[in-house]
């Protein structure tokens, strides 16, 4: 993909807004990479059923974004778009909101299969969205994020 030039934090949160539209929470264990039989899975639906609606609060995105590597593509399909919006209003550059989720990524391009299968859903204008909004972050708040972007190319999508 190639460099989109600067865009404004309304102009990306505007593009997050229509490429990553509110989805609905997976049921039980399809938010989770794992089954039952697994403990963290089993802590991250417990903690989760206080949530039920498309739009998470921040604690609830929080949380999932400390679980990342424990999510199905149906649980980052329900957090991505939740934490794109905060990740792009956010103007502490010290909040590591989206730290995870590029170090995520770093490990898809990479080729690790669950992080790979993590974004296996995005469309291409979901994945140059993204490829946008990461540019965005670096330029706000210096994060690195070549090797992530690596990850949104159509070749390792």
Request: one cysteine or more.
């Amino acid at each position: 993909m190639k460099y989109q030039g600067y865009k404004s934090r309304e102009e990306v949160y505007e593009m997050v807004k229509d490429s990553f539209p509110f989805q609905s929470k997976p049921e039980g264990y399809r938010l989770t990479n794992q089954g039952a039989e697994d403990c963290v899975c089993r802590y991250i639906i417990e903690h989760m059923e206080r949530y039920s609606e498309a739009e998470i609060p921040m604690d609830g995105i929080r949380y999932l974004h400390s679980e990342l590597p424990n999510l199905s593509a149906r649980g980052m399909n329900w957090l991505l778009p939740n934490l794109l919006k905060k990740a792009v209003v956010c103007i502490n550059r010290f909040d590591t909101i989206m730290d995870t989720i590029i170090y995520d990524l770093e490990l898809a391009a990479e080729g690790e299969k669950q992080a790979r299968s993590r974004y296996s859903w995005l469309s291409a204008v979901q994945r140059q969205c993204l490829e946008s909004t990461l540019e965005y972050l670096s330029e706000e708040h210096g994060h690195a994020i070549s090797k992530a972007i690596s990850a949104l190319s159509p070749t390792n999508a």
